[in-house]
Every structure is written in C-alpha cells, then in structure tokens.
C-alpha cells in the first residue's frame, strides 16, 4: 500500500479517499518486523484481545461490515456471532501475521474496487444500529477515524512488545 497522504488530485473524493489509504497503509506499516509469536501477544493484562494480528484482523471485519454489509447491502461474511462477539479480534492462530495482514489489504483492494462507481452523497443499503441510513462519505469518515483510532493501539501494543515507537 501506498503511503502518502496527498491525494492525486483535490476533490472532496480523492481527499477521503487518500485519507483512508494512508491509514490502512499505517496499519500495515505497524505489523513490518513483527514475529508471528509477538503479533499474537497481548501485553496489555487487562486486554486480551489487544495483539497486533488481533487489531489488523479487526480492521478487516470493520471495513466488511461497514462498506459491504451496510452500505453495499452485501450478506455478513464476519467471524463474529452473538455468542462470540469478538471473534473478529481473533484470527485463526494457524495463520501467520503477513496472512492476517494480506487477508486485509486484499479486502481493501476490493472494497475500493467495489466503491468506485458509488457518489459520496448515496445513502446505504441498510439502515444502522439506531435506524439510520448513512451516506458512503460518512461511512468513509467513520472507517478513517476508526482505523486511526486502532493505529494508536497498534502503536501501544508495538511499543511493549519490542521497543518499536511510531511509524
């Protein structure tokens, strides 16, 4: 993924657009050098579900739910159940760290794909938790403060477990 935070040109959907890049690529600049057995540690004692492949796994199911699920009207195709809500923080441990993180630049991939022909004002297929319908550039904004929400997760948990600051 692209690194960059200048879009290529300066409408409103190329800036988000850049935006949600730029934070995606951030997440997977966090995991570079990680052994698989650290990316599966959780240092935080009180947060077991806080471990590098967990919070990428995570970023991943976010972005379904939101871009295919309820604004595509897509089917659920999440891990996560109402008896394991959390499921999605959970990768299978069988998969290494750069499967997880393969697994979730893929998705991006074909979520903008996906996407591309969509206006920013067209409203959702599906209505959210409280009944309301949303608009692709608000989905877009929820996703860019969501994954850099993570990113600062991901930047704690990097920091205990090898000394990494930052990227």
Not at 80 to 96: I, K, V, Y
Request: charged share 30%; net charge negative.
């Amino acid at each position: 993924m692209e690194r960059t935070d200048v879009p290529r040109s300066w409408d409103e959907r190329a800036t988000v657009q850049t935006f949600l890049t730029y934070a995606r690529a951030t997440a997977v600049a966090k995991c570079e050098g990680l052994s698989d057995e650290a990316a599966r540690k959780a240092p935080l004692p009180d947060s077991p579900l806080m471990t590098i492949a967990g919070l990428i796994s995570h970023l991943r199911w976010v972005e379904h739910w939101w871009f295919e699920v309820v604004f595509l009207g897509e089917d659920v195709g999440a891990p996560w159940s109402e008896e394991a809500p959390d499921m999605d923080f959970t990768p299978d441990p069988s998969r290494t760290l750069a499967d997880v993180v393969d697994e979730y630049t893929r998705a991006c991939a074909e979520i903008d794909r996906k996407l591309a022909d969509h206006d920013l004002d067209e409203l959702s297929a599906r209505k959210g938790r409280a009944g309301h319908e949303f608009t692709l550039r608000w989905v877009f904004g929820h996703l860019i403060e969501e994954t850099s929400r993570h990113n600062g997760h991901l930047d704690v948990v990097r920091e205990l477990l090898d000394g990494v600051k930052g990227v």
